[in-house]
């Protein structure tokens, strides 16, 4: 049972360009999704989070749109650059003390110069 | 700060032989966890805990075994290696606030032959 579906699963965009990467979650009680970012052998990182009573959130080149009626959440990377190549992971969390996150498969995104 | 440290970063095991992965965090969080990442599978979580003394089983618990002594280490076992087991594996931390990040270990690469 997947409980957070993340598409595509590769994406290649060039330089420049907007990446964006879909996420859909099925649990209403999910109430945090962050994205994570993860280079070759490395540990993956924050990248940026959302809590579902807002619909967007910008950092900079990156941007969260969330959309809690249709029960998805997407990143949108503006001005693409080759240093933005990674794997990137949504990633939701019920509430309460519960702390886990459930992820989704990850999406490679390679950035062509 | 460290962050959070991994040991060994890489290990080769033949099927049945045991070991402890390594897990120590210096930030004094008391929410650690261990993910499982394989190819197109995104992070999975295999345990938990929320506390010295306190653990729980994630998605993937079966073969792994975990003991939560003090606040700062989160030691993983595997009893009998097992090829299923081929991975690599991820520590994780994250303090008490329910909207902190949780930080990523640098991973260690087990191969069970």
């Known amino acids: 049972q997947q409980q957070v579906k993340q598409s595509p699963q590769s994406l290649i965009v060039q330089k420049g360009g907007i990446s964006i990467i879909n996420c859909a979650y099925e649990n209403t009680a999910f109430d945090y999704f962050p994205w994570y970012q993860q280079f070759p052998g490395k540990g993956p990182a924050l990248l940026i989070a959302?809590?579902?009573?807002?619909s967007e959130k910008k950092e900079g080149r990156f941007t969260i749109s969330f959309n809690k009626s249709a029960k998805q959440f997407s990143l949108h990377i503006m001005d693409s650059q080759p240093g933005d190549s990674a794997t990137y992971f949504c990633?939701?969390?019920?509430?309460?003390?519960?702390?886990?996150?459930?992820f989704g498969k990850g999406t490679l995104l390679t950035v062509n110069p | 700060n460290a962050g959070v440290t991994q040991t060994p970063k890489f290990q080769v095991l033949k099927t049945g032989q045991s070991m402890t992965l390594q897990c120590a965090q210096d930030?004094?969080?008391?929410?650690m966890s261990w993910y499982r990442q394989d190819p197109g599978m995104g992070l999975r979580l295999i345990h938990y805990s929320v506390g010295a003394g306190i653990t729980d089983q994630g998605e993937v618990p079966n073969g792994y075994n975990v003991s939560r002594s003090t606040t700062e280490d989160f030691p993983l076992r595997l009893l009998s290696a097992a090829p299923s087991q081929t991975s690599v594996y991820f520590c994780a931390s994250k303090d008490r606030a329910s909207y902190n990040e949780q930080f990523f270990g640098p991973g260690t690469r087990l191969t069970v032959l």
């Open positions: 930030m004094n969080h008391e929410y």
């Open positions: 990633a939701a969390r019920s509430g309460g003390s519960n702390y886990k996150l459930t």
């Open positions: 959302i809590r579902p009573d807002v």
